[in-house]
């Protein structure tokens, strides 16, 4: 992803462990948070970090932490009303 697809400012990422590290996703989690990533959520049975980062270049540097095997940017999703038809 290049810098131009990045949002401009502030925004919301989640990051997963990779599967070696998993037991130690508290110690990603604290290696992200010196990489940039502020307000870090663990969610350690998933193997997932999620929080936000202020610019783009915090984003980049997370994928450079150990134990990382993927950073992506987070998207919300909205699911029609469960009467509404199928489409």
């Known amino acids: 992803m290049t ?3 990045l949002p401009d400012g502030s925004f919301e990422v989640v990051v997963s462990v990779d599967e070696e590290h998993r037991d130690a ?4 989690a604290s290696r ?3 990489a940039g990533l502020e307000g ?19 984003f980049h540097a997370l994928k450079g ?6 950073a992506e ?14 489409q």
């Open 3 to 5: 810098d131009s697809e």
């Open 25 to 28: 996703v508290q110690d990603v």
């Open 32 to 34: 992200l948070q010196d």
């Open 40 to 58: 870090a959520v663990v969610l350690a049975e998933a193997g997932v970090v999620t929080g936000g980062v202020a610019h783009a270049e915090a």
């Open 65 to 70: 932490v150990a134990g990382v095997e993927a």
């Open 73 to 86: 940017i987070s998207r919300d999703i909205q699911l029609p009303p469960p009467d509404e038809p199928v």
